[in-house]
């Protein structure tokens, strides 16, 4: 499909606004032969595409990269490493590192300022801080803001309930946990709004690398409890800003 005469032909008013956003949803992707640029994932879902570093090939990552980047003006990457850092720096000099969530991301100076809503991301441990900072980041990066309300597991629940004030009023709470995973259970029991449940692969032998509290939290008794994958705070990061921004509308 041709942009341009397509917008001739709304100009020219042969076309309307309707129609021509229905055909614009499903505009090629850029075929790069290794990989597929989704570059109208934004028009379609409000987001654009994120690349998952982890895995890839050092000149597929790099040119991902710079693709995505001219073409949305902004980038965000997930399960990075510091050597994949050095190198998509140097054909990005703008781009940002955080070895504690392993994001790589570039994005406007001004974005900060233009963040709406609230999100909550709450830990039961230090020890999930590297999941829960994914969620808190992919979220900002997709126009949240997000209050961090760390280390408050059950172990010790004086701390979540001293901590209240900072997530009752959020749009939703993201709660990450290992171990037994209670931290979901107990924060949808006080709170009125979704609760995006974590499980994460820390604990010791019998947590199966995550599995008893994955199962912990689909069998939460609490209402209102969603649950992603193992570790994925890119998952309830980005859950977490769709349920927020149909609350800031």
Do not use: W
Not at 10 to 23: N, P
Request: contains cysteine.
């Amino acid at each position: 499909m041709n942009i341009e005469e397509l917008l001739k032909q709304v100009k020219s008013g042969a076309l309307d606004i309707e129609e021509a956003e229905r055909r614009l949803r499903d505009l090629p992707y850029e075929d790069l032969g290794y990989a597929k640029l989704d570059h109208h994932r934004k028009i379609r879902s409000g987001f654009p595409e994120t690349v998952f570093c982890q895995g890839k090939p050092d000149e597929y990552l790099a040119e991902i990269f710079k693709k995505l980047y001219e073409s949305n003006g902004e980038v965000l990457g997930t399960r990075a490493s510091e050597h994949q850092y050095e190198l998509v720096r140097e054909l990005i000099p703008e781009i940002i590192y955080d070895p504690v969530a392993r994001i790589l991301k570039a994005e406007p100076a001004d974005k900060e300022q233009r963040r709406k809503g609230l999100v909550a991301v709450c830990t039961g441990g230090t020890a999930d801080i590297p999941v829960a900072e994914e969620a808190a980041q992919t979220a900002e990066f997709f126009g949240c803001r997000v209050e961090r309300v760390y280390d408050v597991g059950v172990a010790g629940i004086h701390r979540l309930l001293g901590q209240r004030e900072k997530f009752i009023h959020a749009s939703c709470v993201v709660a990450v946990a290992g171990m037994e995973g209670a931290l979901g259970t107990v924060i949808g029991g006080l709170v009125e709004n979704p609760v995006i449940a974590v499980p994460t692969s820390v604990g010791y032998g019998a947590s199966f690398h995550g599995l008893s509290a994955l199962l912990t939290m689909v069998n939460s008794c609490s209402n209102g409890v969603s649950v992603v994958n193992i570790d994925n705070g890119y998952g309830a990061g980005y859950l977490a800003a769709q349920i927020n921004r149909l609350a800031v509308k």
